[in-house]
């Protein structure tokens, strides 16, 4: 059984950081991509960023320059550095990731972001 288990949404004020952390584990014998998307009320869950085993990333405009994404490959974890938040940022962050050759989704943490 895999696992995704996300940390680190909260509320915060525009302007402000979060990271969010997302470690898979359970019976894993590869990982290759991991990454980060987010669903604001009313939308549609969107991608936010993604990074490849080799730590090629790719970003979403809306977040290119705020928000970083690394990872851990000794721990199975990928984190989401977010900075300069700002309203429009707020949804529930969902973390997914390409485990044995299938992909897998985290519950999913609620960021809010406002003053």
């Known amino acids: 059984q895999v696992q995704l288990v996300e940390s680190g949404g909260g509320l915060v004020q525009p302007g402000g950081s979060l990271r969010l952390s997302c470690a898979a584990s359970?019976?894993?014998?590869?990982?290759?991509?991991m990454g980060w998307y987010r669903q604001a009320p009313g939308k549609q869950r969107e991608l936010v960023a993604v990074?490849?085993?080799?730590?090629?990333?790719r970003d979403a405009l809306s977040v290119k320059g705020r928000f970083t994404v690394s990872r851990d490959n000794a721990k199975n974890t990928v984190y989401l550095q977010m900075n300069s938040l700002k309203p429009e940022d707020t949804a529930v962050y969902y973390c997914?990731?390409?485990?044995?050759?299938?992909?897998?989704w985290g519950q999913g943490t609620q960021v809010i972001v406002s003053s």
């Open positions: 997914n990731s390409d485990i044995n050759g299938r992909g897998y």
């Open positions: 359970g019976s894993i014998f590869s990982i290759n991509a």
């Open positions: 990074i490849t085993t080799v730590g090629s990333t």
